[in-house]
């Protein structure tokens, strides 16, 4: 079956511009997760999805950053006024209703994100 | 930022070479995780491991959930070519929770 998709796979923008970037998670998976990950870093949790509420947004750097999943499928996840420290490989995984923690988390490809 | 320690950061072997790595913390871990993410792709899980003292293998990979709850590590023997990637190990601190902490990564390089 399809795995976790991700659009744009590549995106440019100037420092100051908004940005969405659009995660759709495999099929059934009720839980969905935004990562950021650095140049040479490993992955940075942001946020956290159950169904169509954000369980844990603990990982949002500040207010620049948001993202909804308001039909409980397809999230985006989106950035204002853009920096050039944003830049990085924006990664969206899901999992199956993980009541206890122990799901396996699927990862897409990513979004690689540049602000010049 | 990261809370995990990964080790080393990059390994150059030969082919049918063993590999190790490792991956510390200073606080316990409740799920210790092994991943492996090719180049424009997302990680992938490899190993799980839920409890303390845990040995599990993967085929030629084997990883182990430290005592202490604050460490793993992960071999793969008899290394080829497609094992070359980066290796990230992964937890969760607490009990149900799902944000996982990852670590830096081993950059793993094989010469054939």
């Known amino acids: 079956g399809a795995g976790v998709s991700q659009t744009p796979s590549n995106k440019v923008t100037e420092k100051g511009k908004y940005v969405e970037l659009r995660c759709d998670p495999i099929?059934?998976?009720?839980?969905l997760y935004w990562y950021r990950q650095s140049l040479g870093q490993g992955p940075e949790f942001l946020i956290y999805?159950?169904?169509?509420?954000?369980?844990?947004d603990s990982g949002l750097p500040n207010d620049r950053f948001f993202a909804v999943r308001p039909e409980g499928s397809v999230s985006t996840l989106k950035i204002q006024r853009t920096e050039r420290g944003d830049s990085a490989v924006y990664l969206c995984?899901?999992?199956?209703?993980?009541?206890?923690?122990?799901?396996?988390?699927?990862f897409g490809p990513g979004t690689r994100l540049l602000v010049l | 930022g990261q809370q995990l320690n990964q080790s080393p950061q990059s390994m150059f072997i030969q082919e049918g070479e063993d590999v190790s790595m490792n991956c510390t913390s200073s606080?316990?871990?409740?799920?210790w995780l092994w991943y492996k993410q090719d180049p424009g792709e997302g990680p992938v899980l490899l190993i799980a491991?839920?409890?303390?003292?845990e040995l599990t293998s993967n085929g030629r990979l084997t990883a182990q959930f430290g005592i202490t709850r604050k460490d793993s590590f992960l071999n793969i023997s008899a290394s080829i070519p497609s094992d070359v990637g980066i290796y990230f190990c992964?937890?969760?601190?607490?009990?149900?929770?799902?944000?996982?902490?990852f670590g830096q990564g081993t950059r793993l390089t094989i010469n054939p």
């Open positions: 995984a899901s999992s199956l209703n993980p009541p206890s923690g122990g799901e396996t988390q699927y």
């Open positions: 099929s059934g998976h009720t839980a």
């Open positions: 999805f159950q169904g169509t509420g954000a369980a844990d």
């Open positions: 606080s316990i871990f409740n799920t």
């Open positions: 491991l839920y409890k303390a003292g």
């Open positions: 992964a937890g969760r601190r607490i009990q149900g929770a799902q944000k996982l902490v």
